[in-house]
């Protein structure tokens, strides 16, 4: 089965990143909420998996000042605090999804 891909990736505004899907669900992510989602190897060590990106470093008005397309798989995002070496692949981006509907999905899983 092909992984669902975005359709359309915009910034809201200074404080959220919409996603919509190619079968119509539509994902909003805080930005706060996905910066510290990033698992570059800056923010998660690479050998151990420990998470050292911690939500008292990332400022509460971080803004996404550049989104870009990484081949067909995932986006690259230039944040306002200076960081950049992060790749959101598009099945992470899914799977992190932080509506309601994806949220109780997970639960009952």
Same mark, same amino acid.
């Given at each position: 089965?092909?992984?669902?891909?975005?359709?359309?990736?915009?910034?809201e505004?200074?404080?959220?990143?919409?996603?919509?899907?190619?079968?119509?669900?539509?994902?909003v992510?805080?930005?706060?909420?996905l910066r510290?989602? #990033?698992?570059?190897?800056? #923010?998660?060590?690479?050998?151990?998996?420990?998470?050292?990106i911690?939500?008292?470093?990332?400022?509460s008005?971080?803004?996404?000042?550049? +989104?870009?397309?990484?081949?067909?798989?995932? +986006?690259?995002?230039?944040?306002?605090?200076?960081?950049?070496?992060? +790749?959101?692949?598009?099945?992470?981006?899914?799977? +992190? #999804?932080?509506?309601?509907? #994806?949220?109780?999905?997970?639960?009952?899983?």
């Amino acid at each position: 089965m092909l992984a669902v891909k975005p359709v359309e990736i915009a910034k809201e505004g200074n404080k959220t990143i919409r996603v919509t899907w190619g079968d119509g669900h539509e994902s909003v992510y805080p930005n706060t909420y996905l910066r510290l989602k #990033c698992r570059c190897a800056s #923010c998660v060590q690479e050998w151990t998996g420990e998470v050292m990106i911690k939500p008292e470093m990332i400022p509460s008005d971080i803004v996404s000042l550049k +989104i870009s397309p990484v081949g067909n798989y995932a +986006i690259h995002i230039h944040w306002s605090d200076g960081h950049e070496t992060g +790749i959101y692949a598009f099945g992470m981006l899914r799977e +992190i #999804c932080p509506c309601d509907k #994806c949220v109780v999905k997970k639960k009952g899983a």
